[in-house]
């Protein structure tokens, strides 16, 4: 490992991933029936090709780290500045994106499972995704990269007519550090290089991790070119790297690892907030100190660098894209499953919180399913919009059950977006809220406290308005709208 990232500090793992020292191989889906596909949606749909690219824990901010990314899909499609992840954490916001359904309706709420609420691919009900209903419609479906927290198995999710998905070590991009662990029949000692299941075959490909994606990306848009095809690549960076027992900064492709040294976390208002008093007594905190500080540069470093390796691959992924001649026929996604706290508010690290640095990501979109071009849309939208918008773009309606809406399919609708979070070891800190249309963020959490905030004035959110008297209509208004949104399904959650 890189000696200057070797010096980052271990932190609890947030996205952690237990390897057991012996694996079950698993049958493939549960073979329940599922619903059928749904009809064409009929006029102004042509179908087109999808690549989907997943990154993990990248804010909004990073996009800065991105140029090559931001001048292809920025510039020749849209950029959403208010795109939301409602449960900002890996393995909820992946079910959120495959199913178009908030965290309450998929039932995934955690990343492991045996915790207080239902978490890990266990309790994921994956018979009913956009792959099913995309693949039952005759489109060819790729998946690349990291798939729900605690998927250690050989079966193969339904709908999926090429499965690539790490299974073993996909936390440790590569070499970064000494760890063998045994496994079971069929699989040899692991090294530190990560294993795949290729379509129900265990398989060990040497490689910085993020490269080997894009390869097997690149090689999948080639022989899938005739189309129409869906491709999903999961790309780990900037996730911290992952051990059995500590998480630290993310490890770069050598020809990256001084790309941004020295690189601090951004040093907006809110990083080591001077006064947290009027935040929820479970979130004030002590004032970070130098090392802590120090520990937080490192891992804005080491993210900054490992994404540069995702800078190349969309390139990569461009290029494949057009030597095929089929870029102009494909849609392409850019977004991240949550974004991640690098000092705000006294949060050195982590996700899983309703404030912007965690719950806002990145969304990026270009094809000819995009119908503008170097725009910026500031209207909120989320995850769960995005399965709805994929498979009307193959010609098909809205995702059956989602509870987002397809884009560009007519007006954006202005609708509050549930923002939902469950810390494990500490339900008073659990939270369920909104972020309106009107730029209003609303928070109530488990210990009955409330947060509210005007992002138009306070981007920050540095005031919490909730207990100032002149804001009490105000926030009422929000608690019932909330009560409304809790347990909405389908169409019940575009209400205001």
Same mark, same amino acid.
Not at 60 to 70: A, E, F
């Given at each position: 490992?890189?000696?200057?990232?070797?010096?980052?500090?271990?932190?609890?793992?947030?996205?952690?991933?237990?390897?057991?020292?012996?694996?079950?191989?698993?049958?493939?889906?549960?073979?329940?029936?599922?619903?059928?596909?749904?009809?064409?949606?009929?006029?102004?749909?042509?179908?087109?090709?999808?690549?989907?690219?997943?990154?993990?824990?990248?804010?909004?901010?990073?996009?800065?780290?991105?140029?090559?990314?931001?001048?292809?899909?920025?510039?020749?499609?849209?950029?959403?500045?208010?795109?939301?992840?409602?449960?900002?954490?890996?393995?909820?916001?992946?079910?959120?994106?495959?199913?178009?359904?908030?965290?309450?309706?998929?039932?995934?709420?955690?990343?492991?499972?045996?915790?207080?609420?239902?978490?890990?691919?266990?309790?994921?009900?994956?018979?009913?995704?956009?792959?099913?209903?995309?693949?039952?419609?005759?489109?060819?479906?790729?998946?690349?990269?990291?798939?729900?927290?605690?998927?250690?198995?050989?079966?193969?999710?339904?709908?999926?007519?090429?499965?690539?998905?790490?299974?073993?070590?996909?936390?440790?991009?590569?070499?970064?550090?000494?760890?063998?662990?045994?496994?079971?029949?069929?699989?040899?000692?692991?090294?530190?290089?990560?294993?795949?299941?290729?379509?129900?075959?265990?398989?060990?490909?040497?490689?910085? =991790?993020?490269?080997?994606?894009?390869?097997?990306?690149?090689?999948?848009?080639?022989?899938?070119?005739?189309?129409?095809?869906?491709?999903?690549?999961?790309?780990?960076?900037?996730?911290?790297?992952?051990?059995?027992?500590?998480?630290?900064?993310?490890?770069?492709?050598?020809?990256?690892?001084?790309?941004?040294?020295?690189?601090?976390?951004?040093?907006?208002?809110?990083?080591?907030?001077?006064?947290?008093?009027?935040?929820?007594?479970?979130?004030?905190?002590?004032?970070?100190?130098?090392?802590?500080?120090?520990?937080?540069?490192?891992?804005?470093?080491?993210?900054?660098?490992?994404?540069?390796?995702?800078?190349?691959?969309?390139?990569?992924?461009?290029?494949?894209?057009?030597? %095929?001649?089929?870029?102009?026929?494909?849609?392409?996604?850019?977004?991240?499953?949550?974004?991640?706290?690098?000092?705000?508010?006294?949060?050195?690290?982590?996700?899983?919180?309703?404030? =912007?640095?965690?719950?806002?990501?990145?969304?990026?979109?270009?094809?000819?399913?995009?119908?503008?071009?170097?725009?910026?849309? %500031?209207?909120?939208?989320?995850?769960?919009?995005?399965?709805?918008?994929?498979?009307?773009?193959?010609?098909?309606?809205?995702?059956?059950?989602?509870?987002?809406?397809?884009?560009?399919?007519?007006?954006?609708?202005?609708?509050?977006?549930?923002?939902?979070?469950?810390?494990?070891?500490?339900?008073?800190?659990?939270?369920?809220?909104?972020?309106?249309?009107?730029?209003?963020?609303?928070? =109530?959490?488990?210990?009955?406290?409330?947060?509210?905030?005007?992002?138009?004035?306070?981007?920050?959110?540095? %005031?919490?308005?909730?207990?100032?008297?002149?804001?009490?209509?105000?926030?009422?208004?929000?608690?019932?709208?909330?009560?409304?949104?809790?347990?909405?399904?389908?169409?019940?959650?575009?209400?205001?």
């Amino acid at each position: 490992m890189n000696g200057r990232i070797s010096r980052a500090r271990p932190i609890s793992m947030v996205c952690a991933i237990t390897v057991a020292v012996s694996m079950v191989v698993l049958s493939g889906g549960s073979g329940s029936a599922r619903p059928s596909s749904p009809s064409p949606s009929g006029a102004g749909v042509v179908p087109t090709s999808t690549v989907l690219v997943l990154v993990d824990d990248m804010r909004t901010s990073d996009l800065k780290v991105l140029p090559k990314t931001r001048r292809w899909l920025a510039r020749d499609g849209v950029r959403f500045s208010a795109a939301y992840a409602p449960t900002p954490l890996c393995c909820p916001a992946r079910a959120t994106l495959l199913t178009g359904q908030y965290a309450h309706n998929t039932g995934v709420y955690d990343n492991l499972a045996g915790g207080i609420r239902p978490g890990g691919v266990s309790a994921f009900d994956d018979d009913l995704t956009m792959a099913t209903v995309l693949n039952d419609s005759g489109v060819s479906t790729g998946y690349v990269g990291k798939y729900l927290n605690q998927y250690h198995h050989l079966w193969v999710p339904p709908g999926w007519s090429d499965w690539r998905a790490g299974i073993l070590d996909e936390y440790r991009y590569r070499h970064a550090g000494d760890w063998e662990v045994g496994v079971g029949p069929g699989l040899a000692t692991y090294d530190g290089i990560t294993t795949y299941n290729l379509n129900g075959v265990a398989r060990t490909i040497a490689g910085y =991790e993020t490269t080997v994606q894009t390869d097997l990306s690149t090689r999948f848009i080639r022989r899938n070119a005739a189309g129409p095809f869906f491709l999903l690549v999961n790309y780990l960076a900037p996730h911290s790297t992952l051990t059995p027992t500590v998480a630290t900064a993310p490890v770069p492709h050598e020809s990256h690892e001084h790309d941004y040294d020295g690189l601090q976390a951004p040093r907006s208002r809110a990083f080591n907030e001077p006064d947290m008093s009027d935040k929820p007594t479970g979130l004030q905190r002590s004032a970070m100190t130098p090392p802590t500080i120090e520990t937080t540069d490192l891992f804005a470093e080491g993210r900054a660098e490992s994404l540069q390796s995702v800078d190349d691959g969309m390139m990569a992924i461009r290029a494949a894209l057009n030597r %095929q001649g089929v870029l102009g026929d494909t849609n392409v996604i850019f977004v991240s499953d949550n974004g991640f706290m690098l000092g705000e508010h006294r949060i050195p690290l982590g996700k899983i919180w309703g404030y =912007e640095p965690s719950a806002k990501v990145p969304l990026l979109m270009a094809g000819p399913g995009v119908p503008a071009s170097g725009v910026v849309r %500031q209207h909120p939208v989320g995850l769960h919009d995005l399965a709805s918008t994929i498979t009307r773009w193959h010609g098909l309606g809205p995702m059956p059950g989602a509870d987002g809406v397809p884009l560009f399919a007519g007006r954006a609708p202005r609708r509050d977006i549930l923002l939902q979070g469950t810390f494990e070891k500490n339900a008073a800190i659990s939270y369920t809220g909104l972020r309106t249309p009107d730029r209003l963020k609303y928070l =109530e959490y488990g210990s009955g406290e409330v947060e509210l905030y005007d992002l138009a004035a306070d981007p920050q959110e540095l %005031q919490n308005l909730a207990e100032e008297p002149a804001h009490a209509e105000l926030r009422a208004t929000l608690a019932a709208r909330l009560d409304d949104l809790r347990d909405c399904a389908g169409a019940g959650c575009l209400r205001r």
